[in-house]
């Protein structure tokens, strides 16, 4: 019998413990995923005040204008915009533009820490 014949035969019989084993594994990566993010309660925290500072970001560019705007939004979030790491602080250069997208992103940033 080969070496391969053995093993197909181990299999055979004890085939719960590899598919035990790599549920173990996805296990593993599914929640050293989610732990790196936090909760999903933080995580849903954190998306709900990106949506609320996009809003605001939106209506700031309606009432005084898209140019004033993007000054309020860099005031309202200059504790994030310093505390952000060179590749953050380069995607947040090229959002400049868009008051409501560099808002979103410096909520999201700081992990919903803001207000």
């Known amino acids: 019998m080969t070496s391969f014949q ?54 700031l560019i309606e009432t005084v204008g898209a140019e004033r705007a993007k000054a309020l939004v860099k005031e309202q979030y200059q504790k994030e915009l310093d505390a952000l790491d060179a590749k953050q602080k380069a995607e947040a250069k090229e959002l400049e533009d868009d008051p409501q997208k560099l808002a979103k992103f410096l909520v999201r940033a700081a992990g919903g820490s803001t207000r």
């Open 6 to 59: 053995k093993f197909w035969k181990w299999l055979q019989a004890h085939w719960y413990i590899p598919i035990f084993l790599i549920g173990v594994i996805l296990g593993w990566m599914f929640f050293r995923r989610s732990r790196d993010r936090g909760t999903p309660i933080a995580q849903t925290k954190t998306e709900l005040r990106a949506i609320e500072a996009e809003a605001q970001a939106a209506k």
